[in-house]
Structures are given as structure tokens and as C-alpha cells.
């Protein structure tokens, strides 16, 4: 599928759209908790008979998201060229395509949407502005061994954690090398970062090991000092088990996945814990097997689960809002079979690794405005 970013900042199909809609100035964290009891929190979104979009919650509620696009290859954000055409005529051979192998983390600024690679130990980039894609981290200066987590700042400054050096590499936004932090022996394995807007506050998620205590998350300013160090393992609060991601909240707020204790711990910029949220198990706001993390401009809390295979979404409180996604068996819009990291960029619009399919689904907020008319162009053409 051809994608082109359009001036409204929506990803677009290569067809004509309708006129944009305003974005809704108010964050839906209003919405009380009983929309999951009104909706089940189902994980099954609308899909429209037409073949149209796919809506969570499910019609006839008001939806709060949509399906936009898929993002699979560098080829899908290219128009065919005559040549390429004829070629594959003439040989039923299509084009080669440069894609990610086995894509993990994600991280989305400015049009441009970041996906580490552990198998290729890369980053690839789709670069949805300029219909083209390119990769980094090959090269002498910046090269990568085991890319892991990835975040992005406001500059659009690229952080990747380089799980089989034990350091974070720091690159612009078209992926020249700029910084190196070491993390040397004081990181077990670190698998995950999380920045500011401003790029002064840096957090690396360790996970640690079976056999370490060294669950932690290191704090570091933008020159690569350490400010602090966050936890030990264990299961009392401030304490991780098997810690794999954190986001930062546009209020600096922490957000650390703490995946084997199956909660989210939540910090203030100074490192003081505030709070935690989630529980083990298979019911709303639960988690069995939580692998991303991200937080959006307005607050909201995306947490990507293995197990359910959809993405849940909290409010600043740590109460469920919406299931965004489906557990599939066969590849399909929003369908996944192993989702992985998440990350949202400064337009609300929502993104989702799927490690088995390759794929990076795009899911984008709706409006208020959007949303009551989806409700009612649904509800006009009913009989």
C-alpha cells in the first residue's frame, strides 16, 4: 500500500480524502472508567463490511481510535517507477525490498518512524514525508551490535541502547552518530530508554538477569553523567523484577514497565516513587505479558502485552481507558501474533511492532469531533 503524509499530518493512501477534521483539544483521560465496563475492553475492534476502517472502542460506541496504515518495507512508501513496472511484468518478479527482519522497539518524531533491528543490527527508518526508507548504525562511527530500546527527543535526536555493547549511541535524526554513553560493567543487560522533550534527562531500563539484583534503571543527564540509579529486584515498591521498558510522561514523569513484577512503576523527575499500577493475570488493566511502553502529550499510557496481543491504554491514574488491538493467528489490520514496543509521536498517532508479522501497525486518536461523526455516517446507512 502506497502511504504519503498529507499537510494535515495524516498518513494517506495514494487516493483523494475527505477535507481533515480538527484534532480535539482535550485529552479523552475524561472518560470515566466504566467505558471499559460499557465496552468489555473487548480487544475486537469494528470492522466495517466495506472493507473500511477498524474503530476502537467497537461502533456503535464512540470510537477513540483507528486503524490508518500498515508499515511493512521501504517499497510500500514508493511510488512504482515505469521501469520497476515493465520489469515486473515482463519478469513477475516485483522489486527488491528492504525491510526490517526482526523489528523490536519503535520510535516515531516528525514524520519519521525509527524501528530497531535485532537480526540486521540496525536501525531502520521510514521516512513517511519524503516516501523513502534508510538505515543506520552500520557504520564504523555508530555502529550497532544488538539495538535494542529506542526513544526520540524533541530535536528528533535518536537514542538506541545497544544491548550487546552495554552502551547508548546517540544520532541525529537522519542517523549520524553524535554521542556514546557507556554503560560498561555497571549495565547486566539493558534492554530499554526512555528520554525527555529537552534530551536533558536520559533513562536506561537494565533488566538484569536470573542471577543478577542489578534490576535498575541508571538516570543520566544530556553530557552522559549519572544522576541517579533507580531500584534493586525485588517486588516492594521502587523495586523491579525483569524491568524491559520506560517512557517519559511530557511532564517528566516516569513510566518503568516492570514486566516481571507485571505492573508499571511510576517516578517523578528526581527519581521519588509515586505510585504503580497493574497486576498479574487476564482481566482489564492486567498484564501477563507486557514488553512496551509509551506515553503521549496528554498523559495516556500505552502498554503493548505479548499475551493479550493488543495494547492497552491507561489514564495518568493507572485506570483503563481502551484495548487498542486483537490477538491473531493470520496477518490482518491491528491483528498481532507478538506485538513489542509502542510509541506515539507528537501527533497522537500510535505505533505498534509486531515482531512475527514484521509489520508496524498505525493506529491514530480521534477527535471528538471525528469520532460522533464516524457514529453518525454508521448510523445513516443502517436500515
Request: proline share 6%; glycine share 10%.
Amino acid at each position: 500500500m502506497l502511504l504519503r503524509l498529507a499537510p494535515d499530518g495524516r498518513l494517506r493512501k495514494g487516493t483523494p480524502a475527505p477535507p481533515p477534521m480538527h484534532r480535539s483539544r482535550l485529552p479523552f483521560v475524561a472518560v470515566p472508567i466504566a467505558l471499559c465496563v460499557v465496552i468489555g475492553c473487548s480487544h475486537q475492534a469494528e470492522v466495517r463490511r466495506d472493507g473500511g476502517a477498524r474503530y476502537w472502542p467497537a461502533l456503535p460506541e464512540q470510537p477513540r481510535f483507528v486503524h490508518e496504515a500498515t508499515l511493512r518495507d521501504g517499497e510500500s512508501l514508493r511510488p512504482e517507477g515505469e521501469a520497476d513496472k515493465l520489469r515486473r511484468i515482463a519478469t513477475g518478479v516485483a522489486a527488491a525490498v528492504d525491510a526490517p527482519r526482526k523489528p523490536l522497539a519503535v520510535a516515531a518524531a516528525h514524520g519519521r518512524v525509527y524501528v530497531t533491528d535485532t537480526e540486521a543490527r540496525r536501525v531502520f527508518v521510514f521516512d513517511l514525508a519524503r516516501r523513502r526508507s534508510f538505515a543506520f548504525g552500520v557504520r564504523l562511527q555508530g555502529e550497532l551490535v544488538k539495538p535494542a530500546g529506542i526513544a526520540v527527543d524533541a530535536r528528533g535526536d535518536v537514542y538506541v541502547v545497544d544491548a550487546g555493547a552495554r552502551r547508548l549511541l546517540v544520532y541525529d535524526a537522519l542517523g549520524l552518530h553524535k554521542k556514546t554513553i557507556e554503560g560498561g560493567r555497571d549495565w547486566v543487560r539493558p534492554t530499554g530508554v526512555a528520554v525527555d522533550a529537552s534530551g536533558e534527562a536520559i533513562y536506561v531500563v537494565d533488566t538484569g538477569g536470573i542471577d543478577s539484583d542489578a534490576h535498575r534503571v541508571h538516570a543520566y543527564d544530556a553530557d552522559g553523567r549519572r544522576r541517579f540509579v533507580l531500584g534493586r529486584r525485588g517486588a516492594a515498591p521502587g523495586e523491579f523484577n525483569l524491568p524491559v521498558d520506560a517512557a517519559v510522561a511530557p511532564d517528566g514523569t516516569l513510566y518503568v514497565l516492570d514486566a516481571g513484577n507485571f505492573r508499571v512503576q511510576v517516578f517523578d523527575r528526581d527519581g521519588r516513587w509515586l505510585r504503580a499500577f497493574g497486576a498479574a493475570g487476564n482481566g482489564f488493566g492486567q498484564f501477563a505479558r507486557p514488553r512496551g511502553i509509551a506515553a503521549d502529550r496528554s498523559g495516556l499510557v500505552y502498554v503493548a502485552d505479548a499475551s493479550f496481543g493488543n495494547v492497552q491504554v491507561f489514564d495518568t491514574q493507572g485506570r483503563l481507558l481502551v484495548a487498542l488491538g486483537e490477538r491473531a493467528a493470520a496477518d490482518a489490520p491491528a491483528g498481532f501474533a507478538l506485538p513489542a514496543g509502542v510509541a506515539v509521536d507528537e501527533a497522537g498517532r500510535v505505533y505498534v511492532v509486531d515482531q512475527f508479522f514484521r509489520k508496524v501497525e498505525v493506529l491514530r486518536r480521534l477527535s471528538d469531533e471525528e469520532g460522533r461523526r464516524v457514529v453518525d455516517a454508521r448510523a445513516a446507512v443502517r436500515p
